[in-house]
């Protein structure tokens, strides 16, 4: 499972509030990913991070922001959470040049 | 405009038959194609990739082909068995973009 372990697995939140999600792996990647799934979208890029302290936004970065302290953990913030937010939430890392691997997903809830 | 496209969203197939599951793209500067399986409530799974210096990649009952020319890639299983049945996304490194551009994903359903 490339060591990735997100958390929460899933989260009600109301509209309005701040939500982060953590994403933490065991296996020192430099390369780590926020992927968000809807019906009908397929996976769309968020925010990615190629070092400690180094990211850069992806396709659908608005409303989101990014962290990543140490090597281990990236967090995705939604500053004020939206129902247009309310998603399957993946983080990833990349592997070996060419492979992503993903975690168990984060369903996230905004009401 | 997606770059990335699976025109089938659902594929039903008898089990035991070839399930072929097709992917097209549009930007010619992507290097490196993956497919993935997913089952609902988990995250999606590396099965296969294929570099765009190959035509072909084999592990064991997938094969993953590409063409080029018609930028088209396809990903065939063959037997299909009942743990097939899941959804499979079509993804590409590169084309100017920094992560994996996702296809919309076809669901596959292998019938007893």
């Known amino acids: 499972d490339a060591g990735i372990t997100q958390s929460p697995r899933h989260k009600v939140t109301e509209t309005g509030t701040p939500v982060t999600l953590r994403c933490h792996q065991t296996e020192n990647h430099r390369y780590m990913y926020w992927y968000r799934q809807d019906p009908g979208h397929g996976l769309r890029l968020i925010h990615y991070s190629y070092g400690v302290k180094d990211t850069d936004k992806g396709e659908v970065s608005d409303g989101y922001s990014v962290s990543r302290s140490k090597t281990e953990d990236f967090l995705l913030t939604l500053e004020s959470a939206t129902s247009s937010q309310t998603s399957v939430y993946f983080c990833?890392?990349?592997?070996?040049?060419?492979?992503?691997?993903f975690g168990q997903g984060t369903r996230l809830t905004v009401v | 405009d997606q770059q990335v496209k699976q025109n089938s969203p659902s594929l039903s197939v008898q089990e035991g038959r070839i399930s072929i599951l097709n992917c097209d793209y549009t930007?010619?500067?992507?290097?490196?194609f993956l497919w993935y399986k997913k089952y609902p409530a988990e995250g999606p799974t590396f099965l296969i990739s294929?570099?765009?210096?190959?035509d072909k990649n084999e592990d064991g009952r997938f094969t993953v082909f590409l063409n080029k020319s018609a930028k088209h890639l396809s990903l065939h299983i063959v037997p299909s068995q009942p743990g097939d049945s899941a959804v499979y996304f079509c993804a590409a490194w590169g084309g100017g973009a920094d992560g994996l551009t996702f296809g919309k994903g076809t669901h596959l359903i292998i019938q007893p």
């Open positions: 930007n010619s500067m992507f290097d490196y």
């Open positions: 990833a890392i990349r592997a070996g040049g060419t492979e992503a691997f």
């Open positions: 294929i570099s765009s210096i190959k």
